[in-house]
C-alpha cells in the first residue's frame, strides 16, 4: 500500500531537522490543488500552519484537497490568480475577500500547468498565470508584507549547449521565444522578471526555485496531457506501447515529490534564499530511453518501445548544478528512480486502473 500520511510525515520532520517550521504561519498557495501546490498545503498544515488555497481548477483537481476541506486550518477559494483578488478589504468592481484579515506571512504562487502536452490548446491561459498570475501574487505579498515565493522552472534555460550542464543559476538560457514551449519558458522567465521588478522598485522579499522534472503520487496523467513518467507507466500497466520520442537519449533529472516539496519549503522559508534563482531538482541523469526500460522492467510489463518524432525544441540536455541549493537550503534529493517510480506505480495501481 502507498502511504501518503507517512510521505508528508517525511517532508515535515526533514525540515523540522534544520528548524524549518511554518507553524502558526498564514499561507496564501495558488495552485493549491495541483500536484505540488497539494503536496505543499498538505506539508504545511501538518507542521501547523494555515492554508489559504486558490485555484480554478483548471488543471488542479478536486480530489488532490477534498479531504482538507473539514480542516478548520484550511480554505478554498476557486479563483483564477490571472484576476486580481484583494483580501481584507473592499475594492469595487473587483473580486474581495473583506472578512479575511489574517495577515499573510507566504504567498506561495505554484498556478501554471506546466504538461508541454497542453501548451497548445493552452498558450494563453499559462502565460497569464505566470504573468498576470504572477503580478497578482506580488501585489497581495507588496500590500501584506509577505514572502513571495514563485516556483520557477528549468524551462528558463531552454535548450543549452553541452558547456552549459550541469547548467548553473548564472546561465541566462537558450530559449526560442517563438516557438511551441515558449508560452511556458518565456512567461516563466517573465514571471522572474516581474519578481525582480518588485524587489527593485517595492523591496518585495521575493524567494523562487527553479524545479526541475518532478514526479510522483499525483501527477496528472491521462493521454491529451501526460507527462514523461506518467505516460510510460500508464503505458505499461495497460501493455499498450511506450512512446518515446526521438532517439530516447534525451536526459533529464527526474526528482520524486518528496525531495522537491522538501527542497521548496526550505528555499521559501530561508531568509538567505531571498532575491536568488535556485535550482531545486535531482542531480542523477538519466536518458528517456533508459527511463522507459525502467518502468518497464518494474511494472513487469510486456509493453514494446516505440520511437516517435521528437517534438520541436525538446531540450536535449537537462542537469542542475546544485552548488546554491547545497549550500543556502542545505537541501539534496535523497529518493533514487528506482525508489520513487515503485511508490509512484504503486500510487497508480491503486488509483489510477
Ligand atoms: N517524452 C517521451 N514520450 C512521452 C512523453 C514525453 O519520450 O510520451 C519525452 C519528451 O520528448 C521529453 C521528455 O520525455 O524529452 C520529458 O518530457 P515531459 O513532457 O515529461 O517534460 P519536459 O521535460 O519536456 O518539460
Not at 528548524?19 to 504545511?44: H, P, Q, V, Y
Request: with cysteine.
Amino acid at each position: 500500500m502507498y502511504d501518503h500520511e507517512k510521505e508528508i510525515s517525511e517532508i515535515a520532520s526533514r525540515l523540522q531537522k534544520d528548524n524549518i517550521s511554518f507553524k502558526d504561519k498564514n499561507i496564501l498557495m495558488t495552485g493549491g490543488a495541483g500536484f505540488l501546490g497539494s503536496w505543499m498545503c498538505e506539508t504545511l498544515l501538518s507542521q501547523g500552519a494555515n492554508v489559504i488555497c486558490i485555484d480554478n481548477l483548471s488543471s488542479g483537481q478536486w480530489t488532490n484537497i477534498s479531504h482538507l476541506i473539514n480542516n478548520p486550518h484550511f480554505r478554498f477559494i476557486r479563483h483564477d490568480i490571472s484576476t486580481p483578488i484583494y483580501f481584507g478589504k473592499v475594492v469595487p468592481n473587483a473580486i474581495c475577500y473583506p472578512n479575511i484579515t489574517d495577515r499573510i506571512d507566504f504567498v506561495m504562487h505554484l498556478a501554471s500547468r506546466a504538461s508541454p502536452f497542453e501548451f497548445k490548446n493552452h498558450a494563453i491561459s499559462i502565460m497569464k498565470s505566470n504573468t498576470l498570475g504572477t503580478m497578482n501574487a506580488l501585489g497581495i505579498a507588496l500590500e501584506h508584507n509577505s514572502v513571495l515565493f514563485y516556483s520557477s522552472t528549468s524551462e528558463c534555460y531552454g535548450n543549452p549547449p553541452p558547456s552549459q550542464v550541469p547548467t548553473s543559476e548564472d546561465y541566462w538560457g537558450h530559449v526560442n521565444p517563438i516557438g511551441p514551449r515558449s508560452c511556458y519558458d518565456e512567461s516563466k522567465r517573465a514571471g522572474e522578471a516581474f519578481l525582480k521588478a518588485y524587489e527593485l522598485q517595492h523591496n518585495v522579499n521575493v524567494h523562487f526555485a527553479r524545479i526541475f522534472n518532478t514526479y510522483g503520487p499525483r501527477i496528472r496523467a491521462g493521454k491529451e496531457f501526460g507527462r514523461v513518467v506518467p505516460n510510460f507507466i500508464n503505458q505499461c500497466l495497460n501493455d499498450e506501447p511506450i512512446t518515446v520520442f526521438g532517439d530516447g537519449n534525451q536526459t533529464r533529472c527526474f526528482t520524486y515529490v518528496v525531495d522537491e516539496v522538501e527542497g521548496l519549503l526550505r528555499d521559501a522559508f530561508i531568509p538567505e534564499a531571498r532575491g536568488l534563482p535556485i535550482n531545486v531538482g535531482q542531480v542523477k541523469v538519466d536518458s528517456v530511453l533508459y527511463l522507459a526500460e525502467t518502468i518497464k522492467r518494474i511494472t513487469n510489463s510486456n509493453s514494446k518501445i516505440i520511437f516517435k518524432p521528437l517534438p520541436i525544441d525538446d531540450p536535449i540536455l537537462r542537469q542542475p548544478d546544485l552548488t546554491r541549493a547545497k549550500k543556502i537550503l542545505n537541501w539534496e534529493p535523497r529518493t533514487d528512480l528506482d525508489t520513487g517510480l515503485k511508490k509512484t506505480i504503486q500510487w497508480f495501481k491503486e488509483t489510477q486502473v
